[in-house]
């Protein structure tokens, strides 16, 4: 049976490994690893028969790839948008740091060729969400770096959210039947939240993460005091892609939508 939720360290390299293909939580059918480098580090990440994301969490690096370079910075996940490299097989990303930074790796099977692309802040903007719905307490900002619409080449779906202080996200609780890994970062190292997967819930921290199997409910919500981002990372299933659509709503609680508070 795959685990729900992780709690793992960077080790002395500063690879952080949370979901492999192969580890308790291959249900995710996800490799993701999250790191940590020095300024003067460089990490070269190159798949065959994988296609490969690459969002710089925090730090200024070099992205170099596909005969570019390309400088770019993020001062943290709470106040500057979204830079990533998303590459195909067989295609090499190398990634200098410039300064102490954080970078996330999303890899998937992926045959398919396609050109690399290199996605912006801009590309991404933040738009909120649940505005002025359910009292208030759903209300977050989200992002979407590529999904089936924009990438409907990939495997995959990578976006980004951040929960309103004491907020709810994934809220309706809703599934749908791809599996989701959810990176949880905090902007104080105390903060926590709560994160369901089903009928079960755990206690999310800085640097953890929740694995969702498809067909799971799967709301979150965050402490008063503290903003949460979620990294959120979905993977296709053959024949059947995630679109924005796809949200099926707990038809316990669609009352809310027409409630008033």
Known sequence: MSKLFGYPEFDAAGEK????????????????RVYRMKAGDVRTFKRDGEETA????AGRIIYSFSKRKENVSRKDVFTEGPWCVHVCTGTGVSVTAETESEILVQCTKNEKEFPA???KPEDAPWGYSCKGKFGGVAQRRV?????????PYSNMVLGEVL????NWSGYLPHRHPQPETY???????????ASFAGDQVFKSTDGSFSAIPGGELHP??????????????????????????DRCEDERYTWLHDAEF
């Open 17 to 32: 490994v949370l979901t492999t293909c192969d580890n308790e939580y291959q249900a995710m059918m996800m490799d993701i």
């Open 54 to 57: 690459v969002l710089l969490l």
């Open 117 to 119: 692309k290199l996605y």
């Open 143 to 151: 992002n979407t770096i590529f999904d089936h619409d924009i990438a």
């Open 163 to 166: 929960n309103d202080r004491g």
């Open 183 to 193: 990176y949880f970062k905090f902007d104080r190292p105390e903060g926590f939240g």
């Open 220 to 245: 979150q919500a965050v402490a008063p005091g503290f903003q949460m981002y979620t990294c959120w990372m979905i993977r296709h299933i053959e024949g059947n892609p995630w679109l924005q659509t």
